[in-house]
């Protein structure tokens, strides 16, 4: 019987340092066009500010 629990040379047998290497060499522009523009991000700040707007307007309202 052979022994297949170690690994043979540098192969890895799962496959994700390969993986890993090629997500870190990726250049970084296509790594952004991949996740999408600005668009989710002015989604947060919009929401984050009308969270905001909504605490403040309810804290005037309790201490007025």
């Not at 890895?12 to 250049?27: K, N």
């Amino acid at each position: 019987m052979a022994n297949n629990q170690a690994p043979q040379g540098n192969q890895d047998p799962a496959g994700s340092t390969q993986m890993f290497r090629a997500f870190v060499d990726e250049p970084q522009g296509r790594r952004a066009a991949a996740t999408g523009s600005s668009g989710p991000r002015v989604g947060v700040i919009l929401g984050v500010a009308v969270a905001v707007a909504v605490v403040a307007a309810v804290a005037w309202l309790a201490l007025s």
